[in-house]
């Protein structure tokens, strides 16, 4: 789920997510918070007193469209966040753009060195997929999985998919995590 700057500087985002956790009865490990890069820009003290008191609820913190906006290695070291989300635009040219590659590879490297999970935006085809999988990508969204869905619909989707997690990057995380 999304989160704007200004939702999460508010006093009161915190406590509105956990009330909706407690209301839904959802784990709060099973929701993940997408923030962007430049919204660290608003209130930086305020956004990451917010992100920490949601971590210690057990809520993923993921930065979105990773890359694309006022990327600042320093920000990550500073923000409790669990994964970054490659921007489709540098998932389209995988492969094809060098360029491209070289920043979708880097970014799964300094994810891994982080701890960090990673997220493939904007698959679109089985050829971005395999290249994502020989990365180690951890998981993937986009048209190559299924369209946007409406709540029933991506429900009965999931129960026929038991999983969208990108397999082969899931076994070797496991076996380091292992060793």
Request: proline share 3%; hydrophobic share 45%.
């Amino acid at each position: 789920m999304n989160v704007s700057a200004r939702e999460l500087v508010e006093g009161t985002f915190v406590e509105g997510v956990e009330a909706a956790l407690a209301e839904s009865r959802l784990a709060a490990g099973s929701l993940a918070l997408e923030i962007t890069e430049s919204m660290m820009l608003a209130d930086e003290t305020a956004a990451i007193a917010s992100l920490r008191r949601l971590r210690e609820l057990g809520v993923h913190i993921v930065v979105d469209d990773f890359g694309t906006g006022y990327s600042s290695l320093s920000y990550l070291k500073r923000l409790p966040v669990d994964g970054l989300k490659i921007d489709r635009s540098f998932v389209e040219g995988l492969g094809e753009e060098r360029e491209k590659s070289a920043i979708v590879r880097a970014t799964i490297a300094l994810a891994r060195a982080l701890g960090l999970t990673v997220t493939a935006e904007g698959i679109e085809n089985a050829t971005q997929l395999r290249r994502l999988l020989a990365l180690q990508c951890d998981l993937g969204q986009g048209y190559h999985f299924a369209p946007p869905l409406q709540p029933d619909a991506m429900t009965a989707l999931l129960a026929e998919r038991h999983q969208f997690r990108l397999p082969v990057a899931r076994a070797k995380r496991s076996k380091a995590r292992a060793a």
